[in-house]
């Protein structure tokens, strides 16, 4: 009897213990909370490729992508970090394939982008989401796009001004992108062979009215020297991608205007130009211009340029052509841009950053050269009609230029210097030593004090209108989630990367801060700034339906 008892209690134990295995197998992995329901997981929230900047070219970047990486593994999703040299980055994010998750990288403050056109409309529009657009990001939103379309249409200032506080609001709560810092600008240049070096906010000193202004204190060597950490990928204008390559392709190739320090628009290869209606303006070309091959620049080549850009759909350029319907010749010296609609920023903003390409050689030239696009024409001349002739570029080395006799400006150098270095503090040693005159990009923090301390170096500095950023593929999961992109707002330690990476020589960042304070009538101070607070985040995905597995990975809601 006492084995049958035994025999029987078994077999309910086994039976007990089958059935407790039977209810697991029923839900793919569920768990409890704390007051007993059982949760329901979704899939797995897959591993995010972070690509960030390599800590020799932006070691603020690079270090602040390590912080994300280590607070989203807190959270629970796997990172690959991959940091990555400049401009095989920009070739991803303006590649066909768009095959990238998340990615730190800047844009730049140039002084055409004190208008909010390029920030608000160029980088967040879907019409740009497409692969060659500034709208990396993929974000697509028909509300927005109707406020940033408008704002480009307004031509009163305030109305303009309430449109653009309006989608710093709506950029801010949709979380595209979150601003990590925006630094201050901060240069010096040698005082014993140079005076005369103008600095601009949002560009610093490297801007295109410095090279052009200097003033040469040593009669017998009247050359700039500029050293930079960032290589140049092109000089083809057409194919130029990055704030790099534009601030030396400006300099040889000249634009209908530009804009003066204090951002006002100045004729350049535009003598001038009448607003006939809201839709029509009349330019008429400077006379006596020459390229820098001795064929003289007309108002044919100013609409060859133009028709060129938009036939090609440009993506650097592609937004700020897009309200232009037709561009005509009026006569042998004006030229007519019709637009679609009224565009407030045509003068500062397009006419100030489509260059002019000589027609008789770029006429052609995809046919002559069998290309399938202008951007992959070698362009070894680099033929412009700008302030400076291009003798010679090496890539990963300099950039040689010398002054074009011929400008319509008197230039008292005899050309400038831009060498690449590896890193800032080769650029800083540079500057001890007297290798180069000026540093094209901003110190960092430990730089400016060393900087300060050297008798022949002048120290100046400006705010910035650009920022450095952390923003996703919008385009795919997780980042394609709403609530998702919020909760990781909160993760991001703004305060410490202003302190202790830039030692408070910045501005603090936020999600959608696209407008700097530097950039005071544009701004909206009154956008909600997201703080860094992971119990936060952890919260708004609870919320949103996602959930943690016993290993503590982030799943997906399983709705």
Known sequence: MKVFKWFVIMVALLVALAACSGDTETDSDPDDTDDGE?????????????????PEANQVNYEAARMIEAEWEALGISVDNRPTEFN???????????????????????????????????????????????????FMNPEYDAIADAQRGEMDPDARQALVHEAQEMLAYEAPLLTLYSRLLVHAYNNERFTNMTIMAGEGIFNEWMPVWAEPLDEDDKWLRIGSQFDLDTINPVGANSTYEWRNLRLI????????????????AAESWEVVDDTTIDVKIRPG???????????????????????????????????????????????????????????????????????????????????????????????????????QWRRGEELRVSRNDDFYEDVQ??????????????????????????????????????ANEISHLNTLEAGDIGYQYLSFN????????????????????????LEAHLQGYGILGGAGLVISPENEFWYNPNVDRPQYDPE?????????????????RLRFPAN
């Open 289 to 391: 211009m020459v390229f820098h091959d001795g064929e003289p620049v007309t108002a044919e080549d100013v609409k060859f340029s133009y028709d060129l850009f938009m036939e090609w759909e440009v993506g650097y350029f592609l937004s700020f052509l897009r309200p232009i319907d037709s561009v005509e010749l009026v006569d042998e010296d004006t030229v007519r841009f019709n637009l679609e609609s009224p565009y407030a920023p045509l003068v500062n903003v397009t006419l100030a950053q489509i260059p002019i390409l000589p027609k008789h050689i770029w006429d052609g030239v995809i046919e002559e050269e069998g290309l399938s696009h202008p951007d992959e024409f070698a362009n070894e001349g680099a033929i412009g009609s700008g302030p400076f002739n291009v003798d």
């Open 536 to 552: 936060r985040a952890r919260e708004i995905l609870r919320e949103a339906g996602y959930t943690w597995d016993d290993d503590g």
């Open 38 to 54: 059982e949760v329901v997981h979704g899939e797995l929230v897959p591993e995010v490729r972070i690509f960030s900047s390599l």
């Open 253 to 268: 190739y000249d634009k209908l205007v530009r804009l003066s320090p204090e951002a006002e628009p100045q004729p350049a």
């Open 413 to 450: 150098i005899d050309g400038f210097i831009y060498r690449i270095f590896a890193q800032p503090e080769a650029v800083m040693t540079a500057l001890e030593t007297g290798d180069i005159d000026v540093n094209a990009e901003q110190f960092i923090p430990a730089h400016i004090t060393r």
């Open 474 to 497: 919008m385009r795919k999961p997780p980042f394609d989630d709403l609530a998702f992109r919020q909760a990781i707002a909160h993760t991001v330690d703004y305060e410490l990367i």
């Open 88 to 138: 095989t980055l920009v070739s991803i994010l303006y590649g066909d394939d768009q095959d990238y998750d998340a990615y730190t990288i800047g844009w730049g403050g140039r002084i055409d982008r004190i208008d909010p056109d390029m920030f608000i409309h160029s980088i967040f529009h879907s019409d740009n989401a497409n692969p060659g657009g500034n709208n990396t990001t993929g």
